[in-house]
């Protein structure tokens, strides 16, 4: 054979594989409304630069049949590419080929790309998109199951790990998603969930639709377990391609810094906060009036809407946000926002992204509910994430800062390096009302008219301690500023935290409460 | 864009206007405990029945055979008393909380 020859026979092995699972099944996926996977990674990555890699890749199983079938790279593409020019490995399942389900060699490619990844320090795409295990396979695919979990934990907090859901993933599978940092899904495409509606109306009887128990809505509202909603796979790739503008290559980098910018004028900070500590506002508007082009990216915008988390910029440097929001539940602590913040502020930890905290909440949300779901476990990761992280640390106390709110919210206390606080700030034990009730009790029990006396003690209370002057007096506000402050003083801040260099005591690991 | 639509929730005495989650609004509320009555902590069938109408049980007694992911739950007295009331037929599929038994 001459050189020519085999090129051309070279070419002729990957034409067929690039069928993938062959026509009909292409044609079937794009009934589905989906991309095909080798089209996704095409879409994510920068023009012409992805590589595949193991192709050629068969399964080896004969059981049933099997070894009378071909499955073209068997339902998986693995490779490298660039994102704006920065390398990232990337692997997505081919749904054509046998419903991209997970036998071992597909397994043994994910792990393959992972483990480059890790070795690499770069980024880690899955995009997700299978039946589930290869039955025919047996064992053999729950053992690559296990291979791909344990790689995800040992790269979590080393490199950044995105999932995107763009079709089923059940069963097993939905873990290894769990597992990683940020999890992308699209409406109407996306389905993740444990159990499938079928056994769930087997064994239980209850009748769910697949997109009322594990659809798109459902885990970026719902459950959590989703970090961006998008109603396109473009929008979501558009989603992906933004984040990583925003988080470092490895836990030994930095994100990239990008050209300084003021925040847009629409975005007023001394016109967006009510002082009266009862009205709401939008505390994202408080973000985008500090953050470079007012660019703020939310994270889990719709799940847990009493707390915002998300990645801006000041100076050009990624800043991870974390604001108290009062629009929705007075902006108070319960599970969902203290699991939404604390896996948020580990993320930030991990890959040396200095937190900016925004703080205005009243404390805790009441009830038998939460207390039955376990608030104190669940609020207790959000003190633990911010005493452990040793990236710089900044809080602005907008408002109200009370009780276990002010401590768990970035407090000196858990050793923040910087405290400001508006002049609007009331730092106290609890808010007036009810420090009143309690303090003057007598008081007011034996007034001639006991909610007259209640009126003036709560003012008495609301004059002497609820403001920042008195938590300043002890140090444990640095500076009281004025609002248009704000952003310079966010700036200095960081600035003078980049070299923070802080000793934490030799352990193999914390055992922070999940 | 819409007009947002603001409740009220108290905390310590300080009533803030603010918007619910739909998740906050379906929350379970929350019942005191019952220990007479008997319900299916899963939803299955009845495989057999043990006990009648008027009958006395001693705690720990067995009621009934609940079938729920394959498995046959033994459903024990939670006290002891009279059996009230039951509220299912052999071979029955009953949903979760659903009440089987009223012990007094």
Redesign the interface.
Known sequence: MSLKRNVLDLRKRKEIVLQGGGEEAIKKQAAMGKLTARERIEAILDKDSFHEYDMFVEHQAKDFDMDKKVLHGDGVIIGTGTIYGEPVCIYAQDFTVAGGSLGLMHARKITKIMDHALKMRMPLIGINDSGGARIQEGVDSLAGYGEIFFRNTQASGVIPQLSVILGPCAGGAVYSPALTDFVFVVDNISKMFITGPEVVKT????EVSMEELGGAKVHA??SGNAHFFAHTEHECFEQIKKLLTFIPWSNQAKAKPFPSKPPRPEYNIEKILPSD????YDVRDIIRSVADDSDFLEIQQEF???IVIGFGRIDGETIGFVANQ???????LDC?SSDKAGRFIRFCDAFNIPIVTFEDM??Y?????QE?MGVIRHGAKVLYAYSEATVPKVTVILRKA?GGGYIAMNSRHLKADFMFAWPTAEIAV?????AA?IIFRKEIMNAENPAEMRKIKVAEYRERFANPYVAASKGYIDSVIEPSETRKLLKHAIEVSANKSVLTPCKKHGIPPF | MSE?K?DK?E??????????????IN????QAPTPGIVTTH??GSILDIHVKEGQEVKKGDLLCLLE??KMHNKILAPITGIVKKIHMNKGD????DAIMFEIE
């Open positions: 064994v239980l009887g209850e509202e719902i500590p009862t009205q709401p847990a809407k009493n009062p629009s929705v539940l007075a902006g108070v969902d009243p404390g949300l009441p009830g038998v509910e039955h009370y609890m808010g007036p009302e009810g009730n | 947002i603001y929730l905390i310590d005495g300080a009533v803030y206007k603010t918007q619910f989650t739909q998740k906050f929350r379970k509320k929350w899963i939803p729920a992911m599929k009953l949903p979760k």
